[in-house]
């Protein structure tokens, strides 16, 4: 990275995210400079996507004219993506973009993750380049429909335990999972085309190592938020607030409400999971629920028993084989074993 940046003061606010991510920092001479990105004329910038304080995102189509031979054996003629813009002297920008390449480039290889294609630098900004989305996100769908029925609802979420499963083993925790970090690849997509956004928060942890951090978003988050976690907790995080937007598919609103954070999080940490009584809803989708929004989080559901659980298997008989060979566990078998024990 140093060869990246010659400022000594943006390479220090690089370092942490280098050293806690183990980048080798010789893969940085890939990344392209410019002095100018979108006036260079190798993207063509179509239109703004979402915007805030320090960064924007818009979507771009490839010009293969202007592009240069690196990027023409990468990219087709007219291929459309989404890129991030980050201002570089924003203080928190320089660690956040070397951590969501870092983070992003050892997540590919996931049908229902963002997908990493490319990264630029230009004298004012950096550029993350990922996979465009066309689909609108699970948010806006749980708005249109009002609640999600059961089968609809456990096959979203087989693949959001999928995902964050392939995270898990991979040592990041996402930390901030919600319906709006959720977007369909295509428009009218069904749950396979369902792609989890946004890893600004995520982190790469260890097991046994303590973390202090809060962040994520109020709804979401859980009861231990509060106090220093294990690597090992902050997963059991993650399934925490996948138990939340379970409820919130199959109830329309979410467990816990709030006039503010504080009165939210308070209500997560004193208050009970409870269903309103006009959702009609089965033991079997009740109990998978109430084992994720568990509080006590050593009887919380790992991500494994959450899939193993009949709620999403009997939903999902056919994606099981496709998630059991994806990540060499056997869904599968133990639905057969179960089921010649009943006989």
């Known amino acids: 990275?140093?060869?990246?940046?010659?400022?000594?003061?943006?390479?220090?606010?690089?370092?942490?995210?280098?050293?806690?991510?183990?980048?080798?920092?010789?893969?940085?001479?890939?990344?392209?400079?410019?002095?100018?990105?979108?006036?260079?004329?190798?993207?063509?910038?179509?239109?703004?996507?979402?915007?805030g304080a320090s960064c924007r995102v818009v979507r771009a189509t490839f010009n293969?004219?202007?592009?240069?031979?690196?990027?023409?054996?990468?990219?087709?003629?007219?291929?459309?993506?989404?890129?991030?813009?980050?201002?570089?002297?924003?203080?928190?920008?320089?660690?956040?973009?070397?951590k969501e390449i870092a983070i992003l480039h050892l997540l590919n290889g996931h049908p229902n993750l963002l997908v990493f294609e490319n990264a630029y630098i230009d004298t004012k900004f950096y550029f993350i380049q990922t996979g465009l989305l066309k689909g609108g996100e699970l948010f806006d769908r749980i708005h249109a429909k009002k609640k999600f029925d059961e089968e609809t609802a456990a096959r979203h979420i087989i693949r959001v335990l999928d995902a964050i499963l392939w995270c898990h083993r991979r040592h990041i925790v996402h930390r901030d999972l919600k319906p709006e970090n959720m977007v369909y690849k295509e428009k009218n997509g069904g749950p396979d085309t369902l792609c989890i956004i946004d890893f600004g928060d995520a982190k790469k942890v260890r097991d046994d190592e303590m973390y202090e951090e809060f962040v994520g978003t109020a709804f979401y988050l859980p009861p231990e938020i509060v106090r220093a976690r294990k690597g090992s907790e902050m997963k059991k995080s993650d399934v925490w607030s996948i138990g939340v937007i379970t409820y919130v598919l199959l109830t329309g609103r979410p467990p816990f409400w709030g006039n503010s954070n504080k009165e939210i999080l308070k209500k997560i940490i004193k208050g009970k999971v409870q269903f309103p009584k006009s959702a009609k809803l089965s033991a079997t989708a009740k109990h998978f629920v109430l084992n994720l929004v568990q509080k006590r989080i050593d009887k919380r559901f790992g991500i494994l028993s959450a899939l193993d659980h009949p709620f999403i298997k009997n939903h999902n008989k056919h994606v099981l084989s496709e998630v059991s060979e994806r990540h060499q566990i056997n869904l599968v078998s133990s639905s057969k074993k179960k089921k010649s024990r009943k006989r």
């Open 1 to 51: 990275m140093g060869n990246l940046v010659s400022n000594q003061k943006e390479y220090k606010l690089m370092l942490p995210a280098i050293q806690e991510m183990n980048v080798d920092e010789s893969k940085a001479n890939a990344i392209e400079k410019y002095d100018k990105f979108f006036e260079s004329g190798s993207w063509i910038e179509d239109k703004v996507l979402g915007s």
């Open 64 to 98: 293969h004219k202007k592009a240069s031979k690196e990027l023409k054996g990468k990219f087709k003629k007219g291929h459309e993506c989404a890129i991030k813009e980050m201002k570089r002297k924003d203080e928190f920008n320089p660690q956040s973009f070397v």
